[in-house]
């Protein structure tokens, strides 16, 4: 059974899984998705996050693994309908330099790629005057 939808839009993939990722087959066979969509014409991946509430640490790291993936081979990975839940384990864990996070999969499609980057934003100190 296929852990995830695909589709083709324009030059660019949506993936959407259908179970919470948790370091699972579900987690494993989206990696492996994407290695093989990297190693083709495309590295541009949307991850459509509708259908799911929860990712674990391990399901962090893959994404994070997928997203290297993507920028190793010239391309980019966005998260798409991501809510509330989801957002906030990003944010706790200070990823949202990495990930680039849309409300809905059509706004991931059309927005221009920010500049890549590879190392989380400098801390900015208060000088005490």
């Given at each position: ?19 919470n ?86 706004e ?20 005490s005057?």
């Open positions: 059974m296929m852990t995830f939808e695909s589709r083709l839009v324009s030059d660019v993939y949506v993936l959407t899984p259908k179970r990722l948790v370091g699972g087959e579900e987690t494993k066979a989206l990696a492996s998705a994407v290695a093989d969509l990297a190693a083709g014409p495309s590295a541009r991946v949307v991850m459509d996050m509708r259908r799911i509430n929860w990712v674990s640490s391990l399901g962090i790291e893959e994404l994070r693994r997928i997203h290297r993936t993507c920028s190793d081979n010239h391309g980019w990975l966005r998260l798409a309908c991501v809510g509330e839940r989801i957002e906030n384990i990003i944010l706790t864990m200070r990823l949202d330099w990495v990930f680039d996070t849309f409300d809905t999969v059509e991931a499609l059309v927005t221009a790629p920010r500049e890549a980057r590879n190392s989380p934003p400098a801390l900015r100190l208060k000088s005057s």
